[in-house]
């Protein structure tokens, strides 16, 4: 059976058929703040020599430090096969997913725009077992500009169950927790989930308190009317 994506070329903000809401008007309420006061240590992290992700950050650190890392711009030769070793933000994903066993994890993503490959790669991830959820929230650009790639992802997370919705958004936030949420990992930066032609920024912790706001008073808020 064909695969209907009539729903994307209806109204953008109406809500689709059985009460499922892909794309909204609605914002944050109120702008959210979470204070950090126990960070122990900064960690600088220089990503500019094409370093491959494993090679920059080979375990996860300890809740008490955060990473900063700084991208060489290289992720756009990824897709010409001429860097396989160079990395982008959502390279991050099956890293982090890795590192915490690579088996039933809980990730919440956040990005203005991406590409097939970033994609291709979250909805293997969910085949195969490494995710358990994914929620993914992208601005309402992606499903216009990139039709033929929203429409993969949007049909591939509704198959599995999984959640999705669209708005005003330039959010960068990659948010994961092991199975038994012992463990978590968050990643934001400037960049979004495609090839990189420049560099970009990133900040790592494993604080739990933030994955918790994240997830908390970001993904779960608008998923919920808040």
Known sequence: MDNDFSFLDADPFSTPTEGLELETTRQLSTPKLRRRG???????????????????????PPPDTDLYVIGNGAGAEVRHGINPLAFDFGSFLPHVVRILGDRQ?????????????????????????RLAQLTVFTDPYFK????????????????????????????????????????????????????????????LTTSPDVY?????EFFEAMLTNA
């Open 38 to 60: 126990n960070i122990a240590r900064r960690e600088l992290v220089n990503g500019l020599k094409k370093q491959a992700l494993n090679e920059l950050i080979p375990t996860l």
């Open 144 to 203: 216009r500009r990139e039709s033929a790639i929203a429409n993969e992802l949007i049909t591939g997370l509704l198959n599995a169950g999984q959640r999705y919705l669209a708005f005003k958004n330039h959010c960068k936030i990659i948010a994961i927790a092991a199975p038994d949420g012992g463990r978590t990992c968050v990643i934001t930066g400037s960049a979004n989930l495609s090839a990189q032609p420049r560099c970009e920024q990133y900040v």
């Open 105 to 129: 994890c809980v990730a919440y993503v956040s990005t203005w725009t991406m590409n097939r490959q970033h994609t291709k790669t979250m909805l293997e991830m969910l085949a195969d077992g």
């Open 212 to 216: 918790q706001f994240m997830r908390d």
